[in-house]
């Protein structure tokens, strides 16, 4: 075990508690305080937006912001759009114009970024946002005309995004910009193999005392581990561990988590509805409407048992996995999330129902809790009450949000959001003993008091 370490004070962004998306660059989705929901009574504010709505960061306290895309898989053009929200009405302050996508429909990012700005990537753009009324200060097209999905910043204040590329599409394109013109710098990156997941980066300790920055990609067959140089180039390392056989009966990965010394994945990702959008050009647009192929509820295209995987970042040979259910055909369609304080990590498997916690704190993986729910979002967890609030996706089509002691899989609260479609979008801490949260037509903020 490694010592915890939560501090996600990070140079290239806003000095904000949550300023993009997971809270911080290694994803690990934890709020500071505790919830204590058991003890309190949830209060629910909804508002129906008709739009595919993504993410909540926060700015200054009090300024938030809301960012999406148009649900547009067919029919009239698609576009990005960012809000500045009231966090009590969830009603819009200001809003930018309709943001220019590349015609491609995928949930998209925004950040709080240092240099004041709200940065905004969706489809195959780039732009910065004047923070107060959201107007367009610089747009750039990426050089990869594919959706995009991730946006950080480095430490330098740097930003690096990528395309997103199932197998058999070619290798992914990383590019890292200014922050202030969004002009490439360098030339863009390409993986040797696709990517699907979003990107995680954290700062190393090299053998000689120097720091370098690193960027974690899951591929279609390994985990890619970039280095930042200094002269804002970027290259590949060593540790480039396998986490999946080419010809294995398992998906590919979302998302990585970086925490207690390891780079943390789920497996099982790429669900028909994913393919059917990316196999499209632009991606997720169709000629007819495409109905339930879009729906992450059908059955897995493999037989595979859902995963979760323990990657030792100083041993790239050192890959663990275990699969929590058992269950054939299990798929996912967001990250996990690990909570070194309690020694737990959390996995779920959204195709076939179930959360679990697993004992990480030793040299093996083991279950400890299961839980009858149907998760399919990014969470968020509060170490110092040792609590978990993800969905459940009810099969009375309710999402709700259910919060968990991460210890034993006590389910403490259930609150509905009053929201009839369950994603994989992302909630926010709202640092006052709150959640927002995001899924397509729907924002909500859930506040115990």
Not at 247 to 260: F, K
Not at 277 to 284: D, M, S, T
Request: with cysteine; proline share 7%; glycine share 10%.
């Amino acid at each position: 075990m490694t010592g915890v370490d939560r501090s996600e004070t990070h140079p290239g962004y806003w000095p904000s508690p949550w300023p993009v998306e997971c809270g911080g660059n290694r994803r690990q989705k934890a709020s500071v305080g505790r919830l204590d929901a058991a003890d309190k009574t949830a209060k629910v504010t909804t508002r129906r937006t008709d739009t595919w709505t993504v993410m909540v960061v926060r700015r200054d306290p009090g300024q938030w912001y809301l960012g999406g895309t148009m649900a547009a898989f067919s029919g009239p053009p698609p576009y990005g759009w960012v809000e500045r929200i009231d966090p009590t009405t969830l009603e819009p302050i200001a809003a930018s114009p309709r943001l220019p996508c590349g015609d491609h429909v995928w949930c998209g990012a925004i950040l709080a970024h240092a240099n004041g700005s709200i940065l905004s990537v969706n489809g195959s753009y780039l732009h910065r946002l004047d923070p107060d009324d959201l107007s367009i200060q610089v747009e750039k097209q990426l050089p990869a005309d594919r959706s995009h999905n991730g946006l950080l910043a480095l430490a330098d204040g740097t930003l690096i995004t990528k395309d997103l590329r199932l197998e058999g599409a070619g290798g992914t394109t990383i590019t890292r910009l200014d922050p202030d013109s969004l002009d490439v710098i360098g030339e863009p990156l390409i993986l040797p193999e696709g990517s699907m997941g979003r990107i995680a980066a954290d700062v190393a300790l090299a053998a000689n005392g120097s720091e370098s920055e690193h960027v974690y990609v899951p591929g279609i067959e390994h985990v890619w581990r970039l280095i930042a140089n200094t002269d804002g180039s970027l290259s590949i390392d060593d540790w480039q561990p396998r986490y999946r056989d080419a010809h294995a009966d398992h998906g590919l990965a979302w998302d990585a988590c970086i925490a207690d010394g390891a780079c943390w994945l789920m497996d099982c990702g790429d669900l028909p509805s994913i393919r059917a959008i990316h196999a499209v050009e632009p991606n997720g647009r169709f000629l007819e409407p495409p109905g339930r192929q879009l729906s992450w509820r059908r059955d897995a295209p493999w037989q595979g048992a859902q995963r979760l995987l323990r990657v030792a970042l100083n041993d790239a040979s050192n890959v663990q996995a275990i699969e929590p259910f058992g269950t054939p055909g299990g798929g996912i369609i967001a990250p996990p999330v690990v909570v070194p304080e309690a020694g737990i990590a959390i996995a779920w498997d959204s195709v076939n129902g179930g959360l679990a916690g697993i004992d990480c704190s030793g040299d093996d993986l083991d279950v400890v809790w299961q839980l009858d729910v149907r998760p399919s979002m990014q969470p968020v967890v509060f170490p110092e009450s040792g609590e978990l609030v993800i969905n459940d996706f009810t099969e009375e089509g309710s999402d709700d949000l259910v919060v968990v002691d991460v210890t034993n899989g006590t389910l403490l609260d259930r609150v509905s959001t009053g929201s009839r479609i369950g994603n994989g979008m992302f909630l926010t801490a709202d640092g006052d003993g709150g959640v927002f949260y995001c899924s397509t037509l729907t924002v909500a903020h859930v506040v115990w008091h």
